[in-house]
């Protein structure tokens, strides 16, 4: 499921992105960012930009853009992460790490907990007093995932409707039942730059993003992953005696259509 997901969140990322735009005192002294004014003068934005904040404006860092997670199996999650926070970091080594009782750090390591492993998406385990995240997981398995590449939408009064939810649940039992191959570095760097572009280009007529067979068009790519969804929609919808599910599915192959429907756009 995971690896599945990693592949096809840029779908999310175009479907529910509601931050193209940023408040410009985010960014005050900066000249470089390559953002426009918007509105009043007091925002920024990018013309076909989804969701600011899972890049590197926000959700991302750039001290993690070379960690390697591996999400072969569980064994090789949790090495690769118990690496990362064992491994020191540079650019943290002048930040205060206890020295006379301040604490700016808990530690110089590239992660200080696992908890702070930006991911759109990670396994997770409910812990038991004093125990760390990755024992759970290796002692007791996954218990749940979490979904991280979700904006707030501001559509709603409550974040997330309900039609958002059915395609989620959609999504992530295709994402499970999908064939998903073992991940390599280059499949990393290639669902890394696919996750850049939709974040900032994702509504941009014609957008080819990197597929392991070369570059195929967003819109295709979409359309197909959407199609293949339909028997998923359908065993839902049989189970709970209604069409709601083919109906989210419907809805979201609309803004596949027209990206002005995107909750980005509007």
């Known amino acids: 499921l995971i690896r599945n997901f990693r592949r096809y969140s840029w779908l999310l990322i175009y479907l529910f992105g509601a931050s193209p735009a940023i408040c410009g005192s985010f960014l005050r002294n900066q000249d470089d960012h390559g953002l426009e004014p918007f509105g009043d003068g007091h925002s920024l934005y990018l013309p076909y930009g989804t969701a600011l904040r899972m890049g590197d404006l926000g959700y991302n860092s750039d001290a993690q ?29 002048h930040l205060s790490s206890g020295e006379s009782g301040e604490y700016q750090q808990l530690n110089n390591s590239l992660l200080q907990i696992e908890n702070e492993f930006y991911s759109p998406i990670r396994p997770k385990r409910v812990t038991q007093s004093g125990e760390t995240p990755l024992h759970a997981l290796t002692e007791h398995g996954i218990e749940y995932i979490e979904v991280r590449c979700v904006d707030v939408s501001p559509f709603s009064p409550v974040g997330m409707d309900a039609e958002q939810i059915r395609f989620l649940d959609i999504f992530l039992l295709y994402c499970l039942l999908e064939e998903s191959p073992a991940c390599n570095e280059e499949e990393q760097d290639c669902m890394a730059a696919n996750m850049e572009t939709v974040v900032n280009r994702d509504r941009e007529p014609e957008l080819e993003l990197r597929s392991c067979g070369g570059s195929r068009l967003m819109s295709d790519w979409a359309n197909a992953l959407l199609g293949d969804m339909q028997d998923i929609a359908s065993a839902l919808d049989s189970a709970h005696r209604s069409n709601a599910y083919s109906e989210s599915l419907r809805e979201q192959a609309a803004k596949v259509a027209d990206p002005e429907l995107t909750p980005s756009a509007r």
């Open 65 to 93: 853009k070379d960690l390697r997670i591996c999400y072969n199996s569980l064994a090789n999650y949790v090495e690769t992460l118990r690496a990362a926070i064992m491994q020191p970091h540079p650019d943290y080594a």
